[in-house]
């Protein structure tokens, strides 16, 4: 069973960089796409980069030209660069899994890590 641990988060200065990490224990056989998200306070939980079982990427507005998705093996990153105040949330990763042809597609959440980025 797919089971994530992100972690990386913490305290940055704007035009700062991190590197969050997201750790899966379990089984990859039924993921079908993993991806990176985040919420702020007040806010709603919004997507940032999405990568699929063949690698395709893709990227929110806000994420683009600034942030990275990438795997290597069970280990999912996001590369954020040139940090904003406004980039202040918790991030979770994510993975869409498909157990066999009749189930339907469950996303399966880690617990998240707070970045927090100083003017």
């Known amino acids: 069973q797919v089971q994530l641990v992100e972690s990386g988060g913490g305290l940055v200065q704007a035009g700062g960089s991190l590197r969050l990490s997201c750790v899966n224990s379990?089984?990859?056989?039924?993921?079908?796409?993993v991806g990176w998200y985040r919420q702020a306070p007040g806010n709603d939980r919004e997507l940032l980069a999405r990568?699929?079982?063949?690698?395709t990427t893709n990227y929110a507005d806000s994420a683009k030209g600034r942030f990275t998705i990438s795997r290597v093996e069970k280990t999912l990153y996001l590369q954020m660069n040139s940090l904003k105040p406004e980039d202040t949330a918790v991030y979770y990763c994510?993975?869409?899994?498909?157990?066999?042809?009749?189930?339907?597609?469950?996303?399966?959440w880690g617990k998240g890590t707070l970045v927090t980025v100083s003017s």
């Open positions: 990568m699929d079982s063949g690698g």
């Open positions: 379990g089984g990859t056989r039924s993921i079908v796409a």
């Open positions: 994510a993975a869409d899994v498909k157990p066999s042809i009749e189930s339907p597609i469950r996303r399966i």
